[in-house]
């Protein structure tokens, strides 16, 4: 963990399809990323709480009845897209609290 955790552009890229496949709920979100802040950079953090609102298991099956497969995956192509690129941009900020 430790070895994910400090390197900047792994963390984020660990972070992210976790908190997707978690698909906890915003408040709770806040108290497993709390656990992850010793370990893992803030940029990582803040796209673990971003990316997890946006794409999750439960609306990944809601859009699957309403939607086309192409939609789906322009949607959780550019949140992870854009979510990472401000994680980023975050950790250039702020490299470690």
Do not use: H, K
């Not at 010793?38 to 946006?54: K, P």
């Not at 298991?57 to 995956?73: D, E, K, Q, S, Y």
């Amino acid at each position: 963990m430790l070895a994910l955790g400090s390197n900047p552009v792994g963390s984020i890229a660990v972070l992210m399809p976790v908190a997707t496949l978690l698909s906890i709920c915003s408040e709770a979100d806040a108290f497993v990323a709390r656990a992850f802040a010793t370990t893992f950079s803030v940029g990582a953090i803040l796209a673990f709480m971003t990316i997890g609102q946006i794409v999750d298991l439960r609306n990944g099956f809601l859009l699957a009845r309403t939607v086309g497969p192409r939609l789906i995956l322009l949607i959780v192509g550019v949140s992870y897209v854009l979510v990472f690129a401000e994680a980023m941009a975050i950790n250039g900020v702020l490299p470690r609290l």
